[in-house]
């Protein structure tokens, strides 16, 4: 058995891409595991696997390196939109997440776009361990939550160089809060058009940015009415754009750009 792959990155923000079309779907958690090994494997922020649909043109999955799963990934989504878009010559494309089916398109300057879909705001849908405002929740800092199809919980601070994310973020992501764990964000806020972003990355550790965190944290920001519908996300690694009207879909664009390709070989995942 081998594995071809394609490796990816937003702004720094690493992805693997592997392509099952026409084939069955045989990865697994120990699999991505030993693929997401940054010493022993290939490595990577988030791991998207290719298949089949009916109703689009791929199903996508999306795993964590240390082998859990999550809903959605804004930054390998539009990997796999960029790869889609050079393969099939158009300028847009629809792809299947367990976030439901997601539009993503050209952008100007050859971004990527796409639509993330609404954020989910509820208590239970984020979800948190019980009923609150999920706009101050009861921790220390009193952070605001949501989830895009994966839970955020965003903290507004002066300078997020000040943070020990190392410490703070572990804490935050394994709380009782959240049975399902959460990504946890710092966010510095520059005007209301841009802000600074750190992130601790549920089942990642410090990523040099993060798609779908952007988006969590722009939507808490433009909630707490301290941000404009349409914000710049600066990163470790560089910008995203997000937009969103308070009420509908979640727009995130940023640029996509290929790493390198490769095979991974049935006697390397046979080794622990």
């Known amino acids: 058995m081998t594995i071809n792959f394609q490796k990816m990155h937003a702004n720094g923000d690493d992805f693997v891409i592997v392509d099952l079309r026409g084939q069955a779907d045989f990865i697994d958690r120990d699999i991505v595991r030993r693929l997401g090994d940054r010493n022993r494997g290939i490595g990577f922020n988030q791991l998207a696997v290719m298949t089949d649909c009916e109703d689009a043109a791929v199903r996508l999955a999306f795993w964590n390196p240390d082998g859990s799963t999550l809903d959605v990934c804004g930054s390998a989504t539009r990997g796999v939109a960029w790869k889609l878009l050079r393969e099939t010559g158009s300028s847009s494309v629809i792809v299947r997440t367990n976030r439901g089916l997601l539009t993503c398109s050209k952008d100007v300057g050859d971004l990527i776009a796409v639509d993330m879909g609404r954020p989910s705001l509820d208590w239970r849908d984020v979800p ?52 399902q764990r959460t ?72 640029p996509v750009e290929a790493s390198f390709s490769g095979v991974w070989s049935d006697d390397a995942l046979q080794k622990s």
């Open 128 to 179: 948190i361990a019980c009923e609150m405002d999920t706009l101050a929740v009861s921790l220390p800092g009193s952070p605001a939550v949501c989830s895009m199809g994966n839970p955020h919980c965003t903290f507004f601070v002066d300078d997020v160089r000040d943070v020990e994310i190392e410490a703070i973020g572990p804490e935050i992501e394994t709380h009782p809060l959240f049975p």
């Open 183 to 254: 990504n946890v964000h710092f966010v510095q806020i520059i005007d209301p058009t841009r802000i600074r972003l750190r992130i601790w990355e549920r089942g990642g550790g410090i990523p040099l940015g993060s798609g779908s965190c952007a988006c969590g944290a722009a939507v808490n920001g433009i909630r707490r009415g301290l941000l404009s519908g349409s914000v710049d996300v600066v990163c470790d690694g560089g910008s995203f754009n997000v937009r969103w009207d308070g009420i509908g879909s979640v727009f995130l664009t940023g």
